[in-house]
Structure formats: C-alpha cells, structure tokens
C-alpha cells in the first residue's frame, strides 16, 4: 500500500490543540533545541501560528494526527518582498520517511501559488541535516545561515 494514501490533510480545528501540542514536541524530540524549550513556550508559539497563517493544516490517520503544516501566504521577507512562509512543518517521528512530510509540503506549496506568489521560505535549524536535505529534494536552497538557515524557492 503507497503510505501517501494512508493520511488524510484536513484543517486545523480547536479540538485539535492538545493533540498538536503532543506531535509538536514530538517532532523536536531529537533535536529539542530547535524547538520550544518547554510546553509553556510550545503552547505560546502554537498560538502564534494560529495568528498568523493562510493555510494551517493537520495529517490525520485512524491513529490521530501524524503531521502538520501551517504557512502564511501574506508573509514579507525582510527586504519587505512577499513570500509564502512556511512557518511549521512538523511530522511525528513514527511517520519519518513514508512520505508525509513530502505530501504536507505540497499542500503548502500549492496554496502559495493559488495565492499568486511565486516564492516560498522557511527557516530550518543549521544541524537538521535530516530536514535541510529534505527541503532541498523539493527545490530549496539557503540564502542565508546562522543558528537556522533561511532557505528560499522560487519558480
């Protein structure tokens, strides 16, 4: 069976907020210090991203929520430029390499150009090799690099 068809993208709904708290710290579980350092700080920044995106939507299986994407498509980089910004892309660690980040990363893509934006963004921490090369199988390359790098696909 092709795992991609094993998910189903939805929405976010309220019901939704401890379960994604829980795959939140999930996914930083082996990299914690790319995530929020405790669960006040992931409950403040889940509530960010609830402010601030166009496009916020959770992968869910018989078992629950597996993985999540949330981007906002009215995003300005720093030079003032719009940019589709993925702010998050979270998958829980039993779903790492069956496709779903891959399928969560389209979703987003694909809103950012139905928005009419021919850009997208993110910043992705400097030792998430796993991460870094994943986004640059889709097309991203750094432009920028500290503590995260910032990296940036055009078409």
Same mark, same amino acid.
């Given at each position: 069976?092709?795992?991609?068809?094993?998910?189903?993208?939805?929405?976010?709904?309220?019901?939704?907020?401890?379960?994604?708290?829980?795959?939140?710290?999930?996914?930083?579980?082996?990299?914690?210090?790319?995530?929020?350092?405790?669960?006040?700080?992931?409950?403040?920044?889940?509530?960010?991203?609830?402010?601030?995106?166009?496009?916020?939507?959770?992968?869910?299986?018989?078992?629950?929520?597996? *993985?999540?994407?949330?981007?906002?498509?009215?995003?300005?980089?720093?030079?003032?430029?719009?940019?589709?910004?993925?702010?998050?892309?979270?998958?829980?660690?039993?779903?790492?390499?069956?496709?779903?980040?891959?399928?969560?990363?389209?979703?987003?893509?694909?809103?950012?150009?139905?928005?009419?934006?021919?850009?997208?963004?993110?910043?992705?921490?400097?030792?998430?090799?796993?991460?870094?090369?994943?986004?640059?199988?889709? *097309?991203?390359?750094?432009?920028?690099?500290?503590?995260?790098?910032?990296?940036?696909?055009?078409?």
């Amino acid at each position: 069976m092709n795992a991609r068809v094993a998910w189903r993208l939805r929405p976010y709904r309220p019901q939704d907020w401890e379960a994604l708290l829980a795959l939140y710290a999930q996914a930083y579980r082996a990299q914690p210090q790319y995530g929020e350092a405790d669960e006040a700080h992931a409950r403040r920044y889940l509530r960010w991203l609830l402010r601030h995106h166009t496009f916020f939507q959770v992968a869910e299986d018989a078992a629950g929520l597996a *993985g999540f994407i949330v981007v906002d498509a009215q995003w300005r980089d720093r030079q003032g430029r719009p940019v589709g910004e993925i702010h998050e892309l979270a998958v829980h660690p039993e779903h790492w390499g069956q496709g779903l980040g891959g399928q969560l990363l389209e979703a987003g893509l694909a809103h950012i150009r139905q928005q009419g934006l021919r850009r997208a963004g993110l910043w992705v921490g400097k030792d998430n090799v796993r991460a870094r090369a994943f986004y640059a199988r889709y *097309g991203f390359q750094p432009v920028a690099e500290g503590f995260w790098v910032r990296m940036e696909k055009s078409w």
